[in-house]
């Protein structure tokens, strides 16, 4: 076990200011079950589950109430026992519909879970990730893509590194950093399972480095662990946490165009994914509550609840002792990457790493103006394209001309938006030209 | 020889024989079309607005003279142009009924609320990906014009807040259908002149939260509309256009004034009449 600065950065990339002292130290705090939960069947990337229980039904903590649908797709557990109230629609915070099981709780302590599996080192691997499919596990770190698939890469592309992604480089986030502080063990236990399931001899833990008590706990939680480790120290600077700047960062390896990362032999787990995994893995416990940091200068007092995954943001504001005056922008996530909200009836899923209340002194809203040619947007852009020029051609519905300046590489990490001077909404339009690309494709396809 | 007579009689050599080949081509090889498409082309009304399918007036002409493909698909030119063609090709016309866009809802921004302040990109599609759109009714017009941006003839117009389709200037092509997020447009019989201009599929009491002239699908309309021709859809009125709607005692006895006769205080037809 060792400790290294990371001698590569990405190019590009910025510097906001992180507000991370808000929340940083705020230990976190279980949120007891609230009454009525609702509980979104498309917490992850890909088909939502399909709901295999119905209006009346008394569940148990943990049975299966939404099963996966297709290969890229994940399971869904309740969250608590109870009865099922009803299977409604439920907008998500994407601002999307869909189908979600509400259930009134009651209370009680009794769980289903899968059995315990202390030994699972002479576990064959194919097993041990059928069982993480089998939890509904989910990449947390935001984007939701199943871990069982990623966990079974095709035989002819060997993993030989296993990242864990503790970088939460958005501002203001902070539920992966108390994370690390305060389930380092349970994290490292997952990591190991992880580099067992996928044969990798090589494990990094990528942290950035304005979170020395994260580097020292994960330091001492990983000390005993044996074979290629290291903690990674990642300079400061956003988007170190996006898969492919980060796998730069701490290899030097370049993720080709289009491809993935087990193209150039790494897998990126985050840190509340690694502790999921040993979750699901030793204690048999599907996902079905995460932390999530309430964070922002409109919270009364900022914290990293742990909450089961289907509860309304209201609930998760109030116990946070409510809104500090007055909330101009609430954003589910980051607010770089994050999705503003309408309300706050909107129900938290396995990928809301954090819930941010703004007061109208942090809002400001732009006028945007016509790009003056800075070029800064080029600078910023991690992924080294024209931002300019793409948000140009989507201006002038010339969505095939965007598509040939590789808009699809676009990671939508806001970086360009954030530093024009011309205040474009530029991410917007990247969001924008990439669903008509989808959605010519996905024409095409039909015929 | 010198070199410039050589070249001239090289090349002329070379445009001799090409005229020689092009004129066996021309003989042998041409493809007739047949004369009557460039005649039906004329007869249509060169909008190029691709709404019958086909890419563009000339290939439609096409498709009607080889491969027999319905008249009636050219809404620009309605019943007169497919009568015309009809008449020239010797075939029946068939019933065309001149179509028209109508935007189903009647919620602007006196009458319906926004729940939020939407600082993005002006566009339906663009506001609908941010928090699902700021129009606090899921259902309504956003009135952010992405309909209004694809009209080949500029029929329509945002108005306080929504969109309107001007009937007379409406060439029925179906780009706005496609084009709008809610969908919320319907390609409707022009000569149809009452609506029920609401989408709102929630109940009641929701509506009303929201909007000061959504259906509450009180069901009242049903009993005065004629046999039919207004349905209910769970908690929407929704009028079946394949019957017809003439009993104007439906407006006044609409409570939530979503039912409107064209040219009674609505902009769209306001222009039209
Ligand atoms: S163009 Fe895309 S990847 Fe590049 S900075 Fe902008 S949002 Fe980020
Ligand atoms: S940063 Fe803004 S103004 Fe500058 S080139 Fe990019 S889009 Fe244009
Ligand atoms: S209003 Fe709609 S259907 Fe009518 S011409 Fe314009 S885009 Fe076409
Ligand atoms: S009708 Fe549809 S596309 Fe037109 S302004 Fe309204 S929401 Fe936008």
Redesign the pocket.
């Given at each position: 076990m060792t400790t290294i600065r990371s001698p590569h950065t990405f190019r590009g990339g910025i510097h906001p200011a992180y507000n991370k002292d808000l929340a940083a130290g705020a230990a976190i705090r279980e949120l007891p079950t609230p009454a009525r939960l609702t509980v979104p069947m498309s917490q992850h990337l890909g088909a939502p589950a399909k709901p295999v229980v119905k209006a009346g039904d008394m569940i148990k903590a943990g049975q299966l109430i939404g099963e996966q649908n297709g290969f890229i797709s994940a399971a869904v557990h309740a969250p608590a026992g109870g009865k099922v109230a009803a299977i409604d629609s439920a907008v998500t915070a994407s601002g999307r519909a869909c189908a979600a099981v509400v259930i009134e709780t009651d209370g009680s302590a009794e769980r289903q879970a899968m059995p315990a599996l202390t030994e699972w080192r002479g576990v064959d691997r194919k097993e041990l990730s059928a069982r993480v499919g089998e939890a509904g596990v989910v990449g947390m770190g935001g984007a939701g893509f199943p871990t069982r698939v990623k966990l079974s890469p095709p035989s002819d592309k060997p993993i030989d590194t296993v990242i864990l992604n503790g970088a939460e480089c958005e501002p203001y986030l902070t539920s992966d950093h108390r994370m690390m502080v305060e389930r380092a063990r349970e994290i490292r236990d997952g990591a190991e399972i992880i580099r067992h399931i996928l044969g990798a001899k090589c494990l990094r833990v990528a942290i950035e480095d304005n979170k020395p008590d994260a580097i020292a706990a994960i330091e001492q939680a990983f000390a005993d662990m044996d074979g290629d480790v290291a903690v990674a120290v990642l300079k400061t600077s956003y988007p170190q946490g996006s898969e492919k700047q980060q796998i730069y960062s701490v290899t030097g390896r370049e993720v080709p165009r289009g491809g993935l990362p087990m193209d150039v032999g790494c897998v990126v787990e985050n840190v509340s994914t690694a502790f999921a995994v040993w979750d699901a893995v030793v204690n048999g416990e599907p996902l079905t509550r995460r932390v999530i940091s309430v964070t922002g200068d409109a919270v009364a007092g900022p914290s990293n609840l742990l909450a089961p995954c289907g509860t309304l943001y209201a609930d998760l504001v109030a116990a946070c002792g409510g809104i500090k005056g007055k909330a101009a922008k609430i954003i589910s996530g980051g607010p770089m990457m994050g999705f503003a909200v309408g309300s706050l009836d909107v129900p938290t899923g396995k990928t809301a790493s954090g819930l941010l209340l703004l007061s109208a002194g942090k809002v400001t809203c732009f006028t945007s103006q016509a790009c003056i040619s800075c070029g800064r947007c080029v600078d910023a852009c991690p992924m080294r394209l024209a931002p300019a020029e793409l948000s140009q051609f989507i201006e002038a519905d010339d969505i095939g001309g965007a598509e040939g300046i590789a808009l699809m590489d676009c990671i939508e990490c806001g970086s360009c938006a954030f530093v024009c001077p011309a205040r474009r909404p530029l991410v917007q339009h990247m969001r924008r030209g990439k669903a008509a690309v989808m959605a010519r494709r996905a024409a095409a396809k039909r015929g | 020889m010198d070199p410039i007579i050589t070249s001239t009689l090289c090349v002329g050599g070379i445009g001799l024989a090409s005229a020689a080949a092009l004129a066996v081509a021309e003989k042998y090889l041409s493809v007739k079309e047949d004369p009557r498409i460039a005649k039906v082309a004329e007869m249509l009304p060169g909008a190029n607005?691709g709404?019958c399918g086909y890419a563009g007036c000339a290939d439609y002409a096409r498709k009607i003279v080889n491969d027999n493909v319905d008249l009636t698909l050219c809404?620009?030119g309605g019943p007169e142009c497919a009568n015309t063609i009809a008449a020239f090709l010797g075939r029946a016309a068939g019933a065309v009924e001149k179509?028209?866009?109508i935007v189903l809802c009647c919620g602007d921004d006196t009458a319906a609320a926004r729940r939020a302040a939407y600082n993005g990109i002006t566009d339906c599609a663009a506001a609908q990906a941010t928090a699902g759109g700021d129009k606090a009714c899921a259902y309504g017009c956003l009135g952010y014009g992405s309909?209004?941006r694809?009209?080949?003839?500029?029929?329509?117009a945002i108005v306080n807040g929504i969109a309107k389709?001007?009937k007379a200037?409406?060439?029925?092509?179906?780009?706005?259908?496609d084009?709008c997020p809610r969908k919320l447009?319907k390609?409707v019989p022009a000569a149809a002149d009452i609506h029920v201009l609401c989408s709102s599929k929630d109940k009641g009491p929701v509506v009303k939260k929201v909007c000061g002239t959504g259906c509450i699908g009180c069901r009242i309309c049903t009993k005065f509309a004629d046999e039919g021709s207004i349905v209910m859809d769970g908690f929407l009125a929704v009028a079946d256009y394949t019957k017809r709607l003439t009993n104007e005692e439906v407006v006044a006895k609409c409570p939530s004034h979503c039912i409107r006769k064209d040219g009674a205080g609505n902009a769209e037809t306001a222009a039209a009449s």
């Open positions: - | 607005c709404g809404a620009p179509r028209v866009a309909c209004a694809v009209c080949p003839v500029n029929a329509i389709v001007d200037l409406c060439i029925a092509c179906g780009k706005c259908v084009v447009i390609l």
